[in-house]
T-cell receptor, first 115, second 109 residues
């Protein structure tokens, strides 16, 4: 079965540079979520999109922005990178039913290293 | 959002049954309880979800008492490959999902 695709899988950037992470949800899924997971930490919700509109926001820095495109893929844009941005970034997708049973399917993650 | 509390870590041996209990005292009436498993450097993976009583699938069982203020994930006959972090989530129907501190399960030979 098709899974969530994330690219790139690894990314190395310098401080103050920008980075763009891409996420391709499972076909027909209409909701995308972004998470950040630092070393030894639990996943932290950043932002979500439903039907190409931002649906909720978590602890996402102002330096980060994201959007969901007409083909439902999503991109997380990160500017003025800091050392503390080094983390695993996961994207997840779900088919929103409007209830409380939506299962999220996670991608393999993008490992961002900021030097 | 329902706040959940789980043990930080648990140890077990291969072949044993492992029960991980999660407390969610303020869970809303229409919230489901969902458990995810995460291996190092991989994305969380859905294990099981339930609303009340008992749910069983090929991987685990989930027990939820009538008051729904807690739930117990039961893993039968664990193996070394079950070593992972297990997360209990309440309220995943919305668009903001909060992962609390999960339970780090370590299975020994």
């Amino acid at each position: 079965a098709a899974g969530v695709i994330q690219s790139p899988r690894h990314l190395i950037k310098e401080k103050r540079e920008t980075a763009t992470l891409k996420c391709y949800p499972i076909p027909r899924h209409d909701t995308v979520y972004w998470y950040q997971q630092g070393p030894g930490q639990d996943p932290q919700f950043l932002i979500s999109f439903y039907e190409k509109m931002q649906s909720d926001k978590g602890s996402i820095p102002d330096r980060f922005s994201a959007q969901q495109f007409s083909d439902y893929h999503s991109e997380l844009n990160m500017s003025s990178l800091e050392l503390g941005d080094s983390a695993l970034y996961f994207c997840a997708s779900s088919l929103t039913s409007g209830g409380s049973t939506d299962t999220q399917y996670f991608g393999p993650g993008t490992r961002l290293t900021v030097l | 959002l329902a706040k959940t509390t789980q043990p930080i870590s648990m140890d077990s041996y291969e072949g044993q049954e492992v029960n991980i209990t999660c407390s969610h005292n303020n869970i809303a009436t229409n919230d489901y309880i969902t458990w995810y498993q995460q291996f190092p450097s991989q994305g969380p993976r859905f294990i099981i979800q339930g609303y009340k009583t008992k749910v069983t699938n090929e991987v685990a069982s989930l027990f939820i008492p009538a008051d729904r203020k807690s739930s117990t994930l039961s893993l039968p006959r664990v193996s070394l490959s079950d070593t992972a972090v297990y997360y209990c989530l309440g309220d995943t129907g919305g668009f903001k999902t909060i992962f609390g501190a999960g339970t780090r399960l370590f299975v020994k030979a």
